[in-house]
């Protein structure tokens, strides 16, 4: 019966063709099942589903949907997740099932991003419509911006802009000082006054694609705006167009991108409506040269004193170097803007750079060869000390306020130079007024370059004058004329501050300590003990100077050093000649001060000068033994600052000159003060304790006030090529210095001179003129004030090197004439219960707290006191393997001073 079942229905008619047609109908019918339906049981049931019209059998399992014709196209079907259900409405079973149908498809994106249908990396793989699609869609942004930003500005007119305006300088009581900046000299020249070649000299150097480009560098703009995203450093504008147009727009110098873009929009709009002659007029016309001049007319004047229309070659190259930058391509230098910017630095740069200048010319074809070598050396320049009202002293304290400014409140040099800013200085004018009337006293009574043109030739004077409790500058002497003496004396000089330098020992020595050669540095440990005043050490001339371990300091040649004092005299208790720390200060001794520092630590010198407010970069020969005694260079405004330290009982304030900026818009800075602890406030009274020794009874008599207390140091330098005083009350401390510089016209070479014979003294000291201006100064600028005293200090350190005992008697070895308390060096007596002198011997005698060495042989008799100015006696004639003493130093009412030998001179060694 199974078998019967299967045979197919028989065909009702028409034979075989009949039969087939039934067969074919019953295919049809599989086929309109949906494909794919084996993707679920619902859709794979077998159980009855209808029947074809040409049959009643059930197909069971046959009415299943037609397999894929593979797996691959099994699995891109699922992946579609597109399979089609079976039948219509009602399922399987339901009607319609015969004529199955897709689903509807999901509603497209407008932007067909990730990617239907893909899958994987292509669905985030963007297609090619959506990529030409943005581009298009960016690039029409950009050209839409572009086209409203070049619709929204205009073409500058450079005769409305690039005015600079005034800034104001007031004195300390607020009344005003001066104006500068307002006053601009620029003259606006057509393009046929502009010199060609100056025209050429800046095409060559600056953009020698002037003439054909479209006025901006894309390069130089994505480099610019990468800074400024990077919060770096902004360039400017690399074409002449684009510089035109930054100094056109001086109203919004701002370092922004939506100030650079409307640059970018200004440059392309000037390159394509203005002509390239006007634009290059307009950039001559517009830019800075220096010296207050803006535009080429002003410069011409400025540096040459004559018409632009007359500059030739070689000048219009050195103008166009100066477009680089005045501050560093002025050879007048530029110091009080910048310590680097020095004349002959300067000189050098823009020489260099003329140099190339006019290289160039001649490669692009402006120049030829033969007029080019026309023009090998600097163009004659002149000074630019030409405005009046900066004239005396006015200058010099402008251009000191003017580097604070630039220095401490984020104030360009270029901001400063457009102006609208008024500064409220330290200054007081009645101090700076007494300072130039003591300065001018001492060189109208004394110095006469007509009568002793050998000697007093070139001689200057600076000073400058710091509130002790502030660090705020008073007053400076900065030369005789700022629009003729180039430079400010009361800062940088060059001049070495001798003497004056060892209060600086002293602190280290009492803050510090000296070190112990039994447990020190080479014991693995740093076993100090600290100084007191009343410690010994050898004041002997041309003493052997140790280092702190014993052994003898040797230069780099492997020579030993021998220590001079002033006039090469010996100072202190023979034979040793040892004398305690307060004298050797009051007598300026070098010798005890020289070993000291090398038993301190010369590291621990220069740590002490600095921590009091001397700069890093004005010590000079710090691994030196010189260096204790003044080879260094600082200015006489932180000498003064240093000094405050000692009188504020150790606490340090940098010296300032600006109290506070206002612009437009309201305050832009305000001087805040930071004091700090340099020194424990005993280190620092005692300190002021000795110094005040040195006034009292010293060197620095001449310093003497009435009803005040002062202390202060004396200085002069190997050579006697400078001298110093510094001093100090409670209120105010002063430097003042003196000198000799051969200054020549271009400030090429700077040389110090000899001061021997100068104002008729044979010596200057820093006690005889320097010191007289301190105290005529002093006298002034303290009236009406009340005379405030130092703090008494307490005893401090351990006294290193104590005298034997019984303690020798004094006998005079030199007398300062109207000397309150004449300097005496005790010697043995005769048939003293101490120790004999010792043998003859071809080595002189070094003592510091370790012991005594012998280095010398017994010392001859002391020559004659000298009296009232007259030389001494000649001394006696030296023991066994000593010299013969000298004749006598002539006296000297103050006191003689100290020398501080130079690293280089020759005459340090044996």
Not at 97 to 118: E, L, W
Not at 258 to 272: C, P
Request: some cysteine; overall charge positive; proline content about 6%.
């Amino acid at each position: 019966m199974s078998e019967h079942r299967r045979k197919p229905p028989q065909p009702q008619g028409g034979g075989r063709a009949a039969a087939r047609r039934g067969q074919s109908g019953s295919s049809s019918g599989r086929r309109a099942a949906p494909r794919g339906a084996n993707g679920s049981s619902a859709d794979s049931d077998g159980s009855t589903s209808g029947s074809t019209s040409h049959g009643s059998g059930s197909y069971g399992a046959a009415q299943e949907g037609r397999p894929y014709g593979g797996r691959a196209e099994a699995r891109r079907a699922a992946q579609r997740g597109g399979r089609r259900r079976g039948g219509g409405p009602g399922g399987p079973t339901g009607p319609g099932r015969g004529q199955g149908r897709t689903a509807p498809p999901a509603k497209k994106r407008f932007i067909d991003y990730p990617r239907a249908g893909k899958y994987g990396w292509r669905r985030w793989m963007p297609s090619w419509k959506l990529v030409t699609g943005l581009f298009i869609g960016f690039v029409g942004s950009l050209v839409a911006v572009a086209g409203i930003g070049y619709a929204m500005v205009s073409v500058p007119n450079i005769q409305e802009t690039a005015t600079a305006q005034n800034n104001v300088y007031y004195w300390a009581d607020g009344s005003e000082m001066v104006r500068t900046g307002g006053e601009i000299n620029r003259q606006i020249l057509s393009n046929s006054d502009i010199p060609k070649n100056m025209r050429n000299a800046v095409i060559s150097q600056e953009n020698k694609t002037f003439e054909t480009d479209s006025g901006i560098d894309p390069k130089g703009i994505t480099r610019a705006l990468l800074n400024m995203a990077r919060g770096q450093q902004t360039q400017g504008g690399s074409t002449i167009t684009q510089q035109y147009v930054k100094n056109a727009m001086l109203n919004d110098q701002s370092q922004t991108i939506s100030r650079k873009f409307k640059e970018i929009f200004v440059s392309i709009k000037v390159g394509t409506k203005v002509p390239k002659d006007q634009i290059m007029a307009g950039y001559l016309n517009s830019s800075y040269y220096g010296r207050g001049a803006y535009g080429l007319q002003a410069a011409s004047r400025a540096y040459f004193n004559k018409d632009a229309k007359n500059l030739d070659a070689g000048e219009c190259a050195f103008l166009a170097a100066v477009l680089k930058g005045a501050t560093y391509y002025d050879p007048a230098g530029a110091t009080s803007i910048d310590p680097s910017a020095t004349p002959q630095a300067n000189t050098k740069r823009v020489m260099n750079q003329m140099q190339d200048t006019l290289n160039k010319m001649v490669e692009y074809g402006h120049l030829s060869s033969a007029e080019r070598d026309k023009y090998r050396s600097l163009p004659k320049w002149q000074s630019p000390r030409s405005n009046t009202r900066l004239s005396g002293q006015v200058g010099y304290l402008v251009d000191l306020a003017k580097a604070y400014v630039i220095n401490n409140t984020g104030i360009t040099a270029d901001k400063l130079q457009q102006g609208g800013y008024q500064i409220h200085t330290t200054f007081e004018k009645d101090k700076v007024d007494k300072l130039k009337a003591a300065v001018e006293k001492v060189r109208k009574n004394n110095i006469d370059p007509k009568k002793r043109p050998k000697y007093d030739t070139h001689v200057q004077f600076g000073g400058a004058s710091v509130d002790s409790k502030t660090g705020a500058i008073k007053a400076i002497y900065g030369g005789e004329d700022w629009t003729k003496h180039f430079t400010d004396n009361a800062d940088a000089t060059g001049a070495q501050v001798g003497s004056t330098f060892k209060p600086f020992v002293l602190a280290a020595a009492m803050r510090d300590g000296v070190r112990d050669p039994d447990g020190g540095e080479n014991q693995g440990g740093d076993e100090r003990t600290l100084v007191s005043p009343k410690s010994r050490f050898s004041g002997k001339n041309k003493l052997k100077i140790k280092k702190y371990d014993g052994t003898v300091w040797k230069n780099e040649k492997g020579e030993e050093w021998l220590q001079t004092n002033d006039d090469n005299e010996s100072v202190g208790t023979a034979p040793n000649y040892m004398i305690d720390l307060r004298e050797a200060m009051r007598q300026s001794v070098n010798t005890a001060f020289v070993q000291l520092g090398m038993d301190v630590g010369l590291d621990k010198v220069k740590d002490a000068a600095l921590d009091a407010g001397l700069k890093k970069d004005s010590l000079t020969g710090t691994t030196f033994p010189s260096f204790s005694i003044g080879i260094s260079d600082p200015s006489a405004i932180r000498m003064a600052g240093a000094y405050a330290t000692f009188a504020t009982s150790g606490k340090q304030n940098e010296p300032f000159s600006v109290t506070k900026i206002e612009n437009q818009d309201g305050s832009v800075y305000e001087h805040k003060s930071a004091a700090k602890q340099a020194f424990d406030a005993n280190v620092a009274d005692n300190v002021t304790d000795v110094l005040k020794t040195v006034v009292e009874k010293g060197t620095g008599t001449n310093a003497k006030l009435p009803g005040r207390e002062v202390a202060g140091k004396t200085g002069t330098t190997d050579g006697n090529k400078s001298a110093w005083f510094v001093g100090y009350t409670p209120q105010l401390s002063t430097a003042i210095s003196m000198f000799r510089l051969d200054d020549n016209e271009k400030n090429k070479s700077r040389t110090f001179l000899e001061m021997y014979h100068t104002g008729g003294q044979d010596k200057i000291h820093g006690s005889s003129f320097p010191s007289e201006i301190w105290h005529d100064y002093m006298m002034e600028a303290l009236k009406g004030q009340t005379a405030e005293k130092f703090p008494t200090p307490e005893p401090i350190g351990e006294i290193v090197n104590a005298a034997p005992s019984p303690t020798p008697t004094p006998t005079a070895t030199q007398t300062e004439e109207n000397s309150p308390s004449p300097s005496t060096t005790p010697s043995k007596p005769e048939n003293s219960p101490v120790a004999p002198p010792p043998p003859p011997s071809p080595t002189q005698t070094h003592c510091n707290f370790w012991g005594c060495d012998d280095i010398g042989g017994q010392n001859g008799n002391n020559g004659g006191n000298g009296s009232n100015g007259a030389n001494g006696g000649n001394g006696g004639d030296g023991g066994d393997g000593g010299d013969a003493g000298g004749p006598g130093g002539g006296g000297d009412a103050n006191g003689g001073t100290g020398t501080s030998p130079s690293p280089t001179k020759s005459s340090w060694w044996p």
